[in-house]
Nanobody, 125 residues
Framework: EVQLVESGGGLVQPGGSLKLSCAAS????????MGWIRQAPEKGLEWISA????????YYADSVKGRFAIYRDNTENRVYLEMNNLKPEDTAVYYC??????????????????WGQGIQVTVSS
């Protein structure tokens, strides 16, 4: 059974930082690209970042480029999202997700097949 479990969310002030972690199990982790997707209050899902199986390639949405960094540890079956210079508009539920295709296209929401339960990130003073 595929399982993705996020941790590390919480409340942070604008300009602050948080690091999200996602523990993966139930599949061959290093066979898949992984991504992060978020949903702000009363808004739709937004794909924000992806990393290929080897950490050699990444994608970022324009909304987070230069502020967020995604990477993975295949020895620990974990993927991380480091978030810096957080803004109130980053407030959302963040989901870890598995990309069902090799790489090209993993910047598209439609290619993600398994999702974690989500974790809340709130940016507020």
């Amino acid at each position: 059974e595929v399982q993705l479990v996020e941790s590390g969310g919480g409340l942070v002030q604008p300009g602050g930082s948080l690091k999200l972690s996602c523990a993966a199990s139930g599949f061959s982790f290093d066979d898949y690209a992984m991504g992060w997707i978020r949903q702000a209050p009363e808004k739709g899902l937004e794909w924000i970042s992806a990393v290929n199986w080897s950490n050699e390639s990444t994608y970022y949405a324009d909304s987070v480029k230069g502020r967020f960094a995604i990477y993975r540890d295949n020895t620990e079956n974990r993927v991380y999202l480091e978030m810096n210079n957080l803004k109130p508009e980053d407030t959302a539920v963040y989901y870890c997700s598995r990309c069902e295709i090799k790489w090209v296209g993993c910047n598209s929401l439609g290619f993600y097949d398994f999702w974690g339960q989500g974790i809340q990130v709130t940016v507020s003073s």
